[in-house]
């Protein structure tokens, strides 16, 4: 067993740290204030080869895979969980078509995003249907006038880079409308230009400002046969890609966490009370040594789930590994950037200070791509069928 990365992601880990000091952490506080795109970010991601990480290099991109991004994804988010998303959306949109779509469908939409060329989005969440994805209302009728095409109409929400996408991957439901079996829903892939296709609105959000989350209308949208991923009623299939994002969801806690024990270690170790610094308190020590042990711990896990990822292995079996890796790691983001607050105290409340950008931002891992109670159900289910189990 060998706990080392190989030279190319120690190379890629050094090489994106460096780009995340000089470039994303003077950037980090003002991305926040403004909420606008941060583009120049985005441009040094497309210099430095990071938006196509998982993109195999057949489809032109860098084929550093789950384990790749997630490690890069760690180091941004060390200084802005906003970055993180971005690179996050290189992987989220185009998993269903690496693992399900044709070869036509792979190579007109994943070499775009590996050179920087386009944007995706990922719509499964709808108003009524957050966890509960059965209770979509997103419906996709036979096309009368195209041979095994569709059209599609509904509204989903909380899409993460909505506005700045030029393709979707949408989910709906191609079987009975009342049904919650997830054979009764299709994935489709739709172009921006799409006639019935808009963006109604954008969120005002607690955190993760930079990227726009917003809605996503569809009314009338009609699709041919060659828009379907995978094959009608193929939902399961799919979902293996979003199984395949909880370790890259949870190298944002990581890097979240990272950053804000690390400027809250270096804070306390200059703020001077009752003749000392705070560092020299031992209950200050004790509480730095818990969060660090635990961010090892959601490294382990994250690090191992990427791995599996890698392999194909995110079917049902493996589900509960991942699981805890989305799950743990981004409830320890939420447990460090607490610490880092209270550790400075009424200072860390100010936006004189990262520690409070960080705590806004924290909240969100829980809640994204599974919360920490979907993440714990699936848990529990792999246990109780004994895909997790220890003899």
């Excluded at 090489?15 to 120049?40: C, F, H, M, N, W």
């Excluded at 990922?122 to 966890?131: D, H, K, N």
């Excluded at 054979?183 to 963006?199: H, K, M």
Aim: charged share 25%; glycine share 10%; net charge negative.
């Amino acid at each position: 067993m060998d706990f080392d990365l190989p030279d190319e992601l120690v190379a890629l880990q050094a090489s994106v740290r460096r780009l995340s000091q000089d470039k994303i952490k003077p950037r980090a506080r003002e991305i926040d204030s403004t909420g606008e795109y941060p583009q120049d970010i985005f441009d040094a991601f497309q210099a430095a080869g990071l938006l196509g990480l998982c993109i195999p290099e057949e489809y032109e991109g860098a084929g550093a895979g789950i384990l790749g991004l997630t490690i890069a994804i760690e180091e941004v988010t060390k200084y802005s969980n906003v970055t993180g998303l971005m690179l996050l959306l290189t992987r989220l949109p185009t998993g269903p078509i690496m693992i399900a779509g044709s070869e036509e469908q792979k190579l007109r939409y994943l070499p775009g995003i590996a050179q920087g060329t386009q944007r995706c989005a990922f719509g499964l969440s709808e108003p009524q249907a957050g966890s509960d994805v059965a209770g979509m209302r997103t419906v996709a009728t036979p096309d009368p006038d195209v041979k095994d095409g569709w059209i599609l109409n509904g509204l989903k929400c909380w899409m993460s880079g909505v506005v700045q996408a030029d393709w979707y991957v949408v989910f709906a439901k191609t079987g009975d409308p009342n049904s919650r079996d997830h054979g009764s829903i299709t994935c489709f892939v739709i172009d921006r230009d799409a006639p019935g296709l808009s963006v109604p609105r954008t969120d005002k959000k607690m955190g993760v400002r930079g990227v726009d989350t917003g809605e996503l209308l569809l009314e009338n949208v009609r699709v041919g046969p060659e828009n379907v991923i995978g094959e009608v009623g193929g939902f399961r299939l799919a979902m293996f890609g979003l199984n395949a994002m909880r370790p890259i969801v949870a190298a944002r806690g990581i890097g979240l966490a990272e950053g804000a024990i690390m400027y809250a270690t270096e804070y306390v170790k200059e703020r001077a009370a009752f003749g000392k610094t705070i560092a020299d308190f031992q209950g200050i020590q004790w509480k730095l040594a818990e969060i660090a042990t635990e961010i090892e711990a959601a490294r382990l896990l994250t690090y191992r789930a990427a791995w599996l990822a890698d392999q194909g292995k995110f079917t049902k079996e493996y589900v509960p590994y991942l699981s805890m890796a989305k799950m743990y790691a981004t409830e320890v983001g939420v447990k460090a950037s607490g610490i880092a607050v209270q550790l400075l105290g009424a200072a860390g409340y100010m936006e004189d200070h990262p520690t409070e950008l960080w705590y806004r931002d924290a909240k969100q891992l829980t809640i994204v791509e599974g919360t920490s109670q979907v993440q714990l159900g699936l848990i529990a289910r792999g246990l109780l069928g004994h895909d997790l189990w220890w003899d």
